[in-house]
């Protein structure tokens, strides 16, 4: 939970520096044409139309708000460099920073943050890029690509071939929706004996 609060805070600040919300900014609008205000919306996806560019965000108090996205709108997804529309999936937590207009929100930034997990284990099975980890508790599937790091004392640039089943290891993963665990980093903690 205070990872969450952090990133939302950092996000938070990010935002209203970039935007110009810093300063007197606020002063100048109080004597112009009334803008729009801003709106801070955060809860889980409900329901979501890549092709439309909206989404339903229903919210811990249990309200459901439409969020209408424009080719100006920008995407922050952990875990993922370009983010479009298709990146989004129901059940993830969002936070939108946008303007409300007609009984909408209308997005200038939507941040999205997986669940981040820590795993330890012993690896039960090796598919390919795959790596099953038998926890203890149960057995999980790891992801790995191109951009995951692997530490291995010894080795300068190891990777999951350098791995056996057997190994103990320790990793950190990003959930998506598809139920899978992408792995960040994989470190070899104690070698097959």
Same mark, same amino acid.
């Given at each position: 939970?205070?990872?969450?609060?952090?990133?939302?805070?950092?996000?938070?600040?990010?935002?209203?520096?970039?935007?110009?919300?810093?300063?007197?900014?606020?002063?100048?609008?109080?004597?112009?044409?009334?803008?729009?205000?801003?709106?801070?919306?955060?809860?889980?996806?409900?329901?979501?139309?890549?092709?439309?560019?909206?989404?339903?965000?229903?919210?811990?108090?249990?309200?459901? %708000?439409?969020? $209408?996205?424009?080719?100006? =709108?920008?995407?922050? !997804?952990? &875990?993922?460099?370009? /983010?479009?529309?298709? *990146? @989004?999936?129901?059940?993830?937590?969002?936070?939108?920073?946008?303007?409300?207009?007609?009984?909408?929100?209308?997005?200038?930034?939507?941040?999205?943050?997986?669940?981040?997990?820590?795993?330890?284990?012993?690896?039960?099975?090796?598919?390919?890029?795959?790596?099953?980890?038998?926890?203890?508790?149960?057995? %999980?599937?790891? $992801?790995?690509?191109?951009? =995951?790091?692997?530490? !291995?004392? &010894?080795?300068?640039? /190891?990777?999951?071939? *350098? @791995?056996?089943?057997?190994?103990?290891?320790?990793?950190?993963?990003?959930?998506?929706?598809?139920?899978?665990?992408?792995?960040?980093?994989?470190?070899?903690?104690?070698?097959?004996?």
């Amino acid at each position: 939970m205070g990872r969450w609060k952090m990133w939302i805070g950092a996000l938070l600040t990010a935002g209203f520096l970039l935007s110009g919300w810093a300063g007197t900014a606020g002063l100048r609008v109080a004597y112009a044409a009334r803008a729009p205000a801003r709106v801070i919306l955060r809860g889980t996806i409900a329901k979501v139309d890549p092709a439309a560019k909206t989404l339903t965000v229903k919210t811990a108090k249990g309200e459901t %708000v439409e969020v $209408v996205g424009t080719d100006k =709108t920008v995407l922050l !997804i952990v &875990g993922i460099r370009k /983010p479009t529309w298709n *990146d @989004l999936h129901p059940d993830e937590r969002v936070l939108v920073v946008g303007t409300r207009a007609d009984g909408k929100v209308e997005a200038l930034r939507i941040g999205v943050r997986p669940p981040v997990r820590s795993v330890r284990g012993v690896i039960a099975e090796i598919r390919g890029n795959q790596l099953v980890v038998d926890t203890g508790k149960g057995k %999980v599937t790891l $992801v790995t690509d191109e951009r =995951t790091r692997f530490r !291995i004392r &010894g080795l300068k640039s /190891p990777s999951v071939k *350098d @791995l056996r089943v057997g190994d103990r290891v320790s990793a950190v993963a990003v959930g998506h929706w598809d139920d899978l665990w992408y792995a960040n980093q994989v470190a070899r903690i104690r070698p097959t004996r």
